[in-house]
């Protein structure tokens, strides 16, 4: 009765044995590859639970998520021959499952070397056509669109997808830096006397436009001045005679009055006159005519 229950006991733990060895678990953030014998049988294998042949076959699970990898300062040259030292980083992710792993042998370092000397190629040839100046100022979807041109199809050999290159860093050597730096003060110190030079030739242009523009003004108005003034003193004396022709007699009164008012009542002043002068006149007699 013993040895009975022990080959039951035996045949129930190999069939768990080999239901725990048949099943495996994909996760939501995790890619599957299913491996008979070192080959490739399946890698489409949605989140959930699924089955294999127990001991013939492998699963290998991989990173279905965005990586990311920093790689140390590389030199590269610039148009000008002169050397940068460029620090990066890569974001990547697995597009063809079964590709990577026949090229990488699913071992993420591996893959991340490999991916490290494409962008190096990369971003060589991307800086070997630029200056320092246009390589600082470049547009970043302009730098990553020509290193995914020239990585293009290397990657896609790699079974990766490049999600996007950033430069952390760019320096000079420390042997040359500061010529360049000298190079590049001289370079904006002769944009900035350009730039004020050309500044104050549009200043005495502007100036001497304007001292045009103020006497011709002036000479207007000046002109104007003495017409308005030269008609006034037409129609004063237009009044003036006009006046003195209606009544001559009130004409005397007035410029008596205006001669006692500017001579008299003035101290120090002394006047030699005859009493019976004319300039006493409305004195001697108020009502004469």
């Known amino acids: 009765m013993l040895a009975p229950k022990k080959l039951l006991i035996g045949a129930l733990a190999l069939i768990l044995i080999g239901l725990t060895q048949s099943m495996f678990i994909v996760r939501e953030t995790e890619s599957a590859l299913n491996l008979e014998l070192g080959r490739v049988v399946r890698y489409d294998y949605a989140p959930g639970l699924h089955f294999k042949v127990p001991f013939l076959q492998s699963i290998e699970k ?3 998520r965005l990586m990311t990898r920093n790689y140390p300062a ?12 460029v620090d990066f980083y ?4 697995i597009a063809d499952l079964a590709q990577y792993y026949r090229s990488t042998g699913g071992h993420e370092d591996a893959a991340a070397a490999r991916l490290a000397e494409i962008v190096k190629d990369g971003l060589k040839g991307t800086i070997a056509r630029r200056t320092i100046q246009q390589v600082v100022a470049a547009e970043r979807s302009e730098l990553i669109g020509d290193v995914l041109t020239f990585a293009g199809n290397s990657v896609k050999q790699l079974g990766v997808t490049i999600v996007d290159v950033r430069v952390k860093r760019i320096d000079l050597p420390d042997d040359v830096s500061e010529s360049v730096f000298n190079r590049m003060r001289q370079d904006f110190a002769r944009q900035a006397a350009q730039l004020r030079a050309e500044g104050e ?12 523009q103020r006497t011709e003004i002036l000479s207007g108005a000046a002109r104007d001045a003495e017409k308005i003034r030269g ?3 037409a129609k004063s004396a237009n009044i003036f005679a006009s006046s003195t022709g209606k009544d001559a007699e009130f004409f005397a009164f007035y410029r008596s009055l205006q001669a006692y008012r500017k001579t008299l009542g003035r101290d120090g002043d002394v006047l030699v006159l005859s009493p019976d002068s004319q300039f006493f006149k409305y004195f001697r007699d108020p009502a004469a005519k």
């Open 90 to 93: 890569v974001k990547w992710r």
């Open 74 to 85: 590389e030199q590269f040259l610039t148009s000008e021959g002169k050397i940068l030292n």
């Open 231 to 233: 008609e006034g003193d």
């Open 62 to 64: 991989f990173e279905k």
């Open 201 to 212: 030739e549009q200043a005495i242009k502007i100036r001497a436009e304007a001292e045009r």
